[in-house]
């Protein structure tokens, strides 16, 4: 097990690459397959020994080679959230054929968070994949489960709309389209993945008004990194959090 989570956390980190590329291509409506890997200062295309996932980064220590130019430690952070979390998921799920989806889904929730930061909005060219992804693979590894993930995947895209009408400042259409995207993937773990989610979301409203009092209200929050975050716990812990609530809090 030890070293299938580090093969997959060399996986995870060329996954990451790409999802730099995606991250920053995507909002600005360009390709995301060419051109190649390019300085965003100079525009040289980057060598293939200037593009290895984390080691050329600190090699060049966050500069460009042709123009000296700083590069964004946001590049390696992302490489190395992607690496860990895909280790992390093998970890604890092990291999197994639901593999196919876990992984597919820690990496479109990596970009969507990164994109909802910069941009405030969460692309439909990755929601609509990821949604087409998760019922063509649950239909795949257990085609058993698919009523559950279209069920779940109805009712959290349902409550995040009506939370959506209720208070429109507070989130958009793209989190009710990602919550939709988790109930697919998570099927009744996204419950807790939603609970985590408002929690995480209402913490940091909370300290950030004791920190700028009123005008912390005209501050929009993307709340999509907040999905992602429920949605990695319900990822991990989901039916651990489902059990402890019925087992404790219920019984």
């Known amino acids: 097990m ?3 989570a580090a093969l997959a956390g060399v996986l995870g980190a060329a996954i990451g690459s790409f999802l730099n590329v995606v991250i920053h291509r995507l909002p600005a409506g360009e390709s995301i397959v060419t051109p190649r890997s390019r300085c965003p200062a100079c525009g040289t ?3 293939p ?3 290895v996932p984390l080691l050329s980064w600190l090699v060049l220590r966050g500069r460009c080679r042709s123009c000296a130019a700083p590069i964004s430690p946001r590049y390696p952070l992302v490489e190395a959230l992607t690496a860990a979390l895909f280790a992390l998921v093998v970890a604890v799920e092990g291999i197994d054929a639901r593999l196919a989806l876990a992984l597919p889904f820690v990496a479109v929730l990596v970009a969507v968070a990164a994109i909802d ?4 909005i969460i692309p439909n060219r990755i929601l609509a994949p990821a949604a087409l992804w998760a019922v063509a693979a649950t239909a795949a590894v257990d085609a058993g489960e698919l009523p559950e993930a279209l069920a779940a995947g109805a009712g959290a895209f349902a409550f995040l709309l009506a939370a959506a009408l209720v208070h429109p400042a507070g989130m958009g259409m793209g989190d009710v389209k990602l919550a939709g995207v988790l109930g697919l993937y998570l099927g009744v773990a996204v419950v ?3 609970l985590v989610a408002f929690v995480a979301g209402a913490l940091v409203g909370v300290a950030m008004l004791l920190r700028e009092g009123a005008a912390a209200r005209k501050k929009g ?3 999509g990194p907040f999905l992602a975050l429920g949605a990695l716990a319900g990822l991990l812990a989901g039916d651990e959090l489902i059990e402890l609530y019925l087992t404790h809090l219920v019984g």
């Open 49 to 51: 020994r200037d593009n």
């Open 117 to 120: 930061l910069d941009h405030r």
């Open 192 to 194: 807790p993945a939603l």
């Open 221 to 223: 929050i993307p709340f």
């Open 45 to 47: 295309p980057l060598r």
């Open 2 to 4: 030890p070293a299938a």
